[in-house]
């Protein structure tokens, strides 16, 4: 069961948005400089690199609103300083001497050389080994904005006091989609830099992005900004210009090269803004395990730039699956993968979203509060439904109905949910009714048509009009093991009192039993239509060679309709016998479905 790593990485990602930015050592030589455009003015974002003799990076920093920067070298010797402005040609300045303890200054022009993708056409060729050299150059010229993003991101908090609010949250989604089954949110302010704590380059070379652990789990590990923009990220993958529908942006596709097949590894894309140059965002998966858990496992994340030159991860998020009973464990070896031959029970996902970036008193980045607003209406008459509740299944999000139908739930992060609408009318029988809802980035509107009860009788039990007003409906669940007998019902039995009459002046009071039956369906789904309301139903299911061991009781209340129920159904047999119970938590005997009796 892979539920270790998942609490691993939650808790990576809880620490690593509330880390505190520690200050960069500062060396006994020091390069000052201001960048400023061709017309003189100042420019705010500028990614300056100090470049030792033999062209090594030495430092980094980038440029503040004054268009200053500052470069500590860690000995005397010749450096020159490399500047990149993300959506131009970078530039080099030219050689300068830095004596021990000396502090000089510059001020470096950049050349107003724009770098236009607007007009890149996509081919298919790949490029693994990337060169500046290389003969496609407009690869090396689109990665080189890829690394210039990364890195500025990288060194967006080192000297700044910037505070971040951040929403972290950890969901658990349906495996045959992604719907959200269960989310817990956790909102944090402090000070923050990467959305997850990271493996170093060097780690991940050796043993790869997923490592195996005891107990039949695996850890999943995410790339770090600084093995996104390292030349040893560019070693081990091959990139090529991808195909997308959006044409306002530009696709570069990565994926291991072949001498990394044998190491668990990443693949995936980033996109560019083809009018900007700056990168938008980046999705992964994981490659070179087993098949059943490559099909889930993957993340992403979101970059934008803030006013005043800076780069922020604005949303970020990991996800693995989990498995019920795995029967091997998985081997991320150098030779062989292992296989799990399994259900996937859920997926789990520990993500966040920024939500805010404050330096003083000043905003520099803030994202508007996602709404998930609408109406709720009957859906005969259109008539709006007042004192309606909406909710989103799995989380605290909720919104009531006013007067003229309109609801409105705050705070939503994005994503796929399902949706519970809760009316007067559909209380009176005892349903709720669900609604798929999809949220995106910005304010989404549902309008929700609600089912008046008389059409959820129809939907339930037809046009027919019922003797009696109750429906019961639900599942038998059968042995393990078993499968669904031939001929197989569900019956529902009551008692009615009645009134005999005897001697003059006399009566006597008689019990008359009463059942109703309906099939059982292939998927052991039941309906009883036209059952009482306020008296005790006794439930049982037969076919044939089985029946229940123990009947169930129903009572659908007085002032409800409708009511579900469990039922179970067992094979007899006469050389067996048949062993039912119940089982429970012993500290608070809750009942604990989805448990194996053998």
């Known amino acids: 069961m892979l539920a270790r790593p998942w609490n691993r990485l939650a808790k990576a990602a809880v620490m690593a948005a509330t880390s505190t930015v520690g200050a960069s050592r500062l060396g006994a030589q020091t390069f000052r400089g201001t960048v400023v455009d061709p017309a003189g003015q100042p420019v705010v974002g500028v990614i300056a690199t100090l470049l030792d003799s033999a062209s090594t990076v030495v430092a980094r920093a980038l440029s503040d609103a004054t268009g200053q920067f500052r470069l500590s070298a860690p000995r005397a010797g010749v450096y020159r300083v490399r500047t990149l402005r993300i959506g131009y040609r970078p530039s080099v300045s030219g050689a300068m001497e830095l004596a021990a303890g000396a502090d000089a200054t510059r001020r470096l022009v950049l050349d107003a050389i724009p770098l236009s993708l607007d007009t890149v056409r996509v081919d298919d060729r790949s490029v693994c080994r990337l060169r500046e050299a290389d003969s496609t150059a407009i690869v090396f010229e689109a990665w080189e904005q890829v690394r210039a993003a990364l890195t500025a991101t990288q060194l967006t908090p080192f000297g700044h006091d910037l505070v971040t ?17 269960k989310q817990d949110v956790t909102v944090r302010t402090g000070y923050a830099r990467e959305p997850w704590l990271a493996r170093d380059p060097d780690s991940l070379r050796r043993g790869g992005y997923v490592v195996a652990s005891p107990a039949d789990s695996a850890t999943f590990y995410a790339p770090g900004l600084d093995m996104l923009s390292s030349p040893a990220f560019v070693e081990d993958h091959c990139l090529r210009l991808g195909h997308d529908r959006d044409a306002t942006v530009l696709a570069i596709e990565f994926e291991p090269t072949r001498e990394r097949r044998k190491v668990p590894e990443i693949k995936g894309t980033m996109w560019l803004d083809r009018a900007s140059s ?26 934008t730039r803030m006013r005043g030159g800076g780069w922020v991860i604005t949303r970020w998020s990991i996800q693995m699956p989990v498995f019920d009973q795995p029967q091997s464990v998985p081997s991320f070896g150098m030779r062989s993968i292992g296989r799990l031959e399994t259900r996937v029970a859920e997926i789990r996902v520990a993500g966040g979203a920024l939500t805010a970036v404050v330096e003083g008193s000043d905003t520099l980045w803030s994202h508007p509060p996602v709404t998930l607003a609408g109406t709720v209406s009957d859906s005969v008459s259109h008539t709006p439904v007042a004192n309606a509740r909406v909710s989103l299944k799995g989380t605290r999000f909720e919104g009531r109905s006013d007067e003229r139908g309109r609801y409105s739930i705050e705070g939503v992060l994005p994503g796929e949910y399902t949706a519970e609408l809760r009316t007067p009318a559909l209380d009176s029988i005892n349903a709720l009714q669900v609604v798929s809802v999809v949220v995106g980035d910005t304010t989404t ?16 039990c037809g046009d027919k009009r019922l003797d009696e007003p109750g429906i019961v409906a639900g599942v038998v669940r059968i042995g393990v093991g078993d499968s669904l007998p031939a001929n197989a019902r569900v019956t529902a039995a009551w008692s009615v009192l009645g009134l005999k009459e005897g001697a003059p ?86 009942p604990i479905a989805g448990a194996q009796v053998v």
């Open 278 to 303: 700056e990168l938008r965002r980046l999705e992964f998966s994981y490659v070179n395990i087993p098949s059943d858990v490559m099909r889930y496992a993957g993340g992403q994340m979101r970059f």
């Open 165 to 181: 609010t951040t929403v972290a949250f950890q969901r658990a989604l349906e495996p045959s989609g992604n719907r959200v089954r």
């Open 445 to 460: 509107t549902v309008d929700i048509r609600a089912v008046a009860p008389r059409q959820f009788e129809i939907a339930m």
């Open 505 to 590: 002046g006399q009566g006597v009071v008689t019990r008359e039993r009463r059942t109703r039956d309906a099939r059982i369906a292939r998927d052991g789904s039941f309906r009883l239509c036209g059952v009482p309301v306020n008296t005790a139903l006794s439930v049982v299911a037969t076919g044939d060679g089985a029946e229940s061991p123990d009947p169930t009781t129903v009572t659908i209340p007085a002032y409800m309709r409708y009511a579900r129920a469990e039922v179970s159904l067992a094979r007899i047999a006469a050389d067996r016998a048949v062993f039912s119970g119940t089982v429970l938590i012993d500290s608070t005997t809750q």
